[in-house]
Nanobody, 121 residues
Framework: QVTLVESGGGSVQAGGSLRLSCVASGSLHRLDYMAWYRRAPGKEREMVAGLTISGRTDYVDSVKGRFTIARGSARNEVALQMNSLKSEDTAVYYC???????????????WGQGTQVTVSS
């Protein structure tokens, strides 16, 4: 029902910037939350940034002041602007959408395929 396509990953030097984009297709009965997660080598997956429909943002402490999550000009896009990148930001980044697919169902999580971000020191 919902498909997420990510883009924008790549290799950059420390201090550089990248903008990740997640474009959704399909529809949901109710959209609850939008987020970006990442999995670094040897580490567990963690939520990097989240965004509510009302506009509240959530960030893991390690990226506060450097990353910004926002909806794109199109409502079906969720972007993650990453500035002042550090080597420890190297990870596979995943777009996540939580919502109710149809009336009477419980929320489901939808995931993108992941995009690699590599930051060199």
């Amino acid at each position: 029902q919902v498909t997420l396509v990510e883009s924008g990953g790549g290799s950059v030097q420390a201090g550089g910037s990248l903008r990740l984009s997640c474009v959704a297709s399909g529809s949901l009965h109710r959209l609850d939350y939008m987020a970006w997660y990442r999995r670094a080598p040897g580490k567990e997956r963690e939520m990097v940034a989240g965004l509510t429909i009302s506009g509240r943002t959530d960030y893991v402490d390690s990226v506060k002041g450097r990353f910004t999550i926002a909806r794109g000009s199109a409502r079906n896009e969720v972007a993650l602007q990453m500035n002042s990148l550090k080597s420890e930001d190297t990870a596979v980044y995943y777009c996540n959408i939580r919502g109710v697919r149809s009336a009477g169902t419980r929320p489901d999580d939808y995931w993108g395929q992941g995009t690699q971000v590599t930051v060199s020191s």
